[in-house]
């Protein structure tokens, strides 16, 4: 693991980022299992528990930016003081280990392709789908863009946000209307990553 930080942002999703990295954690348990007991050739970074260290890592870091109910301090205000918009969450991730998420998710996803030569760890996907009542594509697609998400490239718009937001601490944050602006923006590519542009607008009271 190397010494640099990163910086990410997140929106407050409730347990739905976190049931999300519980899903990949598992998933790379299952394979580690498969790799022990059926001596399944893995290739790196899902070898030798990389991928699951660096899922339990990170979500050991986003965990404590999520709420399972919306109405939490510090609560996230329109310019007008009252509309409240989903939280923005900050915290800090080893960049190398979101990495590994994504290089795990073009992994898996090469072994779903025929003719690939990786039908062995295409089957280990298609079980563990099997038992999540999903399917193997469905997998692979929640781990990339759980990856998008958490990798989401900072920008003036964050930087702003986080400028205001960061200080704050427990106390209600009034956006301005430049940083209403900036929110909007960062939402709809949050939007784009994670919900495929299903609408995860901000919400109002």
Avoid: N
């Avoid at 640099?4 to 954690?25: F, I, K, M, W, Y």
């Avoid at 998933?27 to 260290?53: E, Q, S």
């Avoid at 205000?77 to 923005?88: F, I, M, N, S």
């Avoid at 209600?172 to 960062?186: K, N």
């Amino acid at each position: 693991m190397s010494a640099a930080r990163r910086t990410c942002v997140v929106p407050d999703l409730g347990d739905g980022l976190t049931g999300a990295l519980r899903s990949v954690e598992e998933l790379f348990v299952a394979l580690g299992i498969a790799a022990k007991f059926r001596a399944l050739p893995v290739p790196d970074p899902l070898a030798g528990g990389v991928a699951l260290g660096a899922a339990v890592r990170i979500a050991w870091a986003v965990a404590p930016t999520q709420s399972a109910r919306r109405r939490v301090l510090p609560r996230l205000l329109a310019p007008d003081g009252r509309a409240a918009h989903a939280p923005l969450r900050f915290f800090e991730v080893d960049p190398q280990d979101l990495a590994v998420l994504g290089v795990s998710a073009a992994v898996f996803g090469r072994a779903l392709l025929p003719g690939s030569g990786q039908g062995e760890l295409a089957a280990v996907l298609t079980d563990h789908a099997r038992g999540c009542d999903t399917t193997p594509g469905a997998l692979v697609v929640q781990l990339a863009r759980l990856h998008g998400l958490l990798d989401l490239e900072w920008t003036d718009d964050v930087a702003l946000l986080h400028a205001r937001i960061a200080p704050a601490g427990p106390v209600d944050v009034v956006l301005s209307s430049a940083e209403e602006a900036a929110y909007r923006r960062t939402v709809e590519r949050f939007d784009a990553m994670w919900a495929a542009g299903s609408g995860m607008a901000p919400y109002r009271d």
